[in-house]
């Protein structure tokens, strides 16, 4: 019986099917080879203006390389490919539809002249910098009313339960993974409560981060018990660039009052209750006030482009007035891989490139360009701190040897590289000279960079930055320092990383 389970499940269906697509097209384009030259000499020609295209309009050469070597290897079926998969993204319903509502969805983003103003005049040497986020990137800075740091899922989780038995009006999740368990279990609780009560609860999951963890079926068990709900980007057999764009942001949002995000989604590894890769570091934040807004028009943006139905979302955005002294300046943000803008990146290389002092940075995959690499040692040559904190403790073992392949070059250059020695760093976080932390869900590498929709949550300003300098000096004196001789490895070895790196954009 365990034989058939295996064969017949979904991922061994996807698997097979895109197998003998893979097989087809090669196939075709042999024969086409042979009996077709005028075809051929087509595609030959197609390879070198490919090619060509592909090198002047990139925006990260390195991680479009592998379409370069693969072209050139293979002229014909690798031209051909390239056609396939670039038309599906004229063709896909979704992408089309993602393109569109996002697009329509910037108008309502509203930043507020004297808050950028004050911003602006408080912080005259980061000016180009904000005005890239509010302006360029299009998402607004606020005054922050309500910012708290969880430097762990387990701290975070019950603060998240508590804020949900309060909801009144609406429930909006939208992650990456969902995993059956203590900590999914202990919110969908509520949530089926909350619908009972008249609470309006839409549920939003990345359909292949969820592949191996949530039945094909899922969200029809969902809709049953009242929950709305949204498997994003369904995948399908067919190859599509679009299969290849997954929706990795982590985002609640209660009455348009309080909004959850960080590293974590909502499995019980994340809390620490199922312990497989050591113990699991990683982060949650909550804010309130008027940035909320914000993170409930980038989770109306994607539910509307796959399931339309709010002809208005001012309706669910809450008017919230300021109370208090505020404390810095906060403004949430997210990235799409539909558009020109690699706004992680460039708020990243910001915060980087402007660093005085120090710039501390966690993250659990390091898989990142030339330029990238040139800015983390450029900043060390000006005598800026700059630290990058690693997993101790692989979750992908080939991903953590790429990331690994990087140490020597980045220490070589006056980085300080360390290791989280009791387990796996999910989080991830930029905090820079006592002013400046960015906290969200974007790794260092090219999915998040490139190809996924990803969200963050920049501050500048707030006392609540020192928090998060907290934690990562907490986690440095619970890691591992990584010395330049820990980098010496065989020249096969070094070989075998090198030719890894060039699949990095697929891992």
């Known amino acids: 019986m365990k034989i058939l389970k295996y064969l017949f499940n979904r991922a061994t269906f996807m698997i097979l099917m895109i197998v003998i697509e893979v097989a087809i097209l090669i196939g075709v384009s042999l024969w086409f080879g042979r009996y077709a030259a005028w075809l051929e000499g087509v595609l030959r020609v197609l390879s070198i203006v490919i090619v060509l295209m592909i090198v002047k309009n990139s925006r990260h050469l390195s991680s479009d390389m592998i379409w370069v070597i693969l072209i050139i290897a293979a002229p014909i079926a690798g031209t051909a490919l390239r056609l396939l998969l670039s038309s599906n993204m004229f063709f896909s319903r979704t992408f089309r539809s993602l393109v569109s509502t996002t697009e329509d969805y910037r108008k309502y983003y509203k930043q507020d002249p004297e808050t950028l103003r004050s911003l602006n005049e408080e912080a005259p040497e980061f000016k180009g910098q904000f005005h890239y986020i509010a302006e360029d990137a299009g998402f607004p800075f606020y005054r922050n009313t309500g910012f708290d740091y969880y430097p762990l899922g387990d701290d975070g989780y019950p603060v998240m339960l508590e804020e949900l038995r ?29 619908v009972k009560q008249g609470v309006e609860v839409r549920v939003m999951y990345d359909d292949l981060g969820s592949f191996m963890t949530l039945s094909a079926r899922y969200a029809n068990t969902l809709e049953k018990k009242g929950i709305k709900c949204v498997p994003f980007n369904r995948i399908n057999p067919i190859i599509g660039i679009i299969m290849n764009h997954r929706d990795h942001r982590k985002i609640m949002v209660i009455d348009g009052k309080v909004a959850f995000s960080g590293g974590i989604n909502l499995a019980d590894e994340y809390i ?33 482009a796959l399931r339309p139905e709010d002809e208005d979302p001012e309706v ?60 983390l040692i450029l900043a060390a040559k000006h005598g800026v701190d700059v630290r990058l904190i690693t997993p101790g403790v692989a979750d992908k073992q080939i991903v953590w040897r790429i990331t690994q392949s990087y140490y020597g070059q ?75 001789e820990d980098c010496n490895i065989s020249f096969f070895k070094e070989l075998l990383l090198a030719f890894l790196r060039l699949f990095a954009p697929l891992m």
């Open 166 to 194: 309060k909801a009144e009006k609406f429930i909006f999740l939208e992650y990456f993974i969902i995993e059956e368990g203590k900590m999914w279990n202990g919110i969908l609780d509520i949530l089926e409560e909350k």
């Open 272 to 304: 620490n209750v199922k312990v497989i890769h050591g113990h699991w570091k990683d982060n949650i934040i909550r804010i309130t006030g008027e940035a909320v807004r914000s993170y409930t028009l980038m989770f109306l943006t994607h539910w509307n």
């Open 316 to 375: 669910f955005c809450r008017e919230t007035p300021i109370e208090g002294t505020a404390d810095g300046y906060i403004s949430p943000y997210g990235e799409t891989p539909l558009d020109d803008e690699i706004t992680a990146q460039n708020i990243y290389m910001g915060i980087l490139n402007q660093a005085k002092d120090y710039c501390y940075i966690m993250t659990p995959y390091l898989i990142i360009d030339t330029e990238f690499i040139n800015a």
């Open 410 to 484: 980045l220490i070589d250059g006056g980085v300080k590289v360390y290791e989280y020695t009791p387990g796996f760093v999910h989080a991830k976080v930029f905090v820079s000279d006592d002013r400046i932390a960015t906290v969200g869900t974007v790794n260092l590498d090219y999915r998040s960079l490139y190809l996924h929709f990803e969200n963050g949550t920049y501050l500048y300003g707030s006392s609540k930055v020192n928090d998060v300098k907290d934690d990562v000096l907490d986690t440095l004196e619970k890691s591992r320092q990584i010395l330049p």
